[in-house]
């Protein structure tokens, strides 16, 4: 069993950035790909980036790409998502995600390839 915890949630303006972190127990991922996902209310939970399990491949959608950037610290279990230049669009709860395959050759951005979910960070951006 692998447990998520996300943090690094807030209320900013927009122009502002955040760090979000997600620290793994349980299980090391390191050998995992690693997703971030977001839930705008009223909406379905959307993908944001993904990392490849050795961090040489990150995968992006295309309403962040250029502000965000995600990666990893494998030595601390942890990955992180950085966004700038926030948007009011960003608002959300974000969550963190373990790919169910280890030494995937691939990034995901379905949801279904997912098999451990932390329990979401909230994220408010203010015009």
């Known amino acids: 069993q692998v447990q998520l915890v996300e943090s690094g949630g807030g209320l900013v303006q927009a122009g502002d950035s955040l760090r979000l972190s997600c620290v793994a127990s349980?299980?090391?991922?390191?050998?995992?790909?690693m997703g971030w996902f977001r839930q705008a209310p009223g909406k379905e939970r959307e993908f944001v980036a993904a990392?490849?399990?050795?961090?040489?491949?990150?995968y992006y959608a295309d309403s962040v790409k250029g502000r965000f950037t995600i990666s990893r610290d494998n030595a601390k279990n942890t990955i992180y998502l950085q966004m700038n230049s926030l948007k009011p669009e960003d608002t959300a709860v974000y969550y963190c995600?373990?790919?169910?395959?280890?030494?995937?050759?691939?990034?995901?951005?379905?949801?279904?390839?997912?098999?451990?979910w932390g329990q979401g960070t909230q994220v408010t951006v203010s015009s």
């Open positions: 990392i490849k399990w050795n961090g040489v491949r990150t």
């Open positions: 349980g299980r090391t991922v390191s050998s995992y790909a």
């Open positions: 995600a373990a790919d169910a395959v280890a030494y995937s050759p691939l990034v995901h951005s379905t949801q279904s390839q997912y098999d451990y």
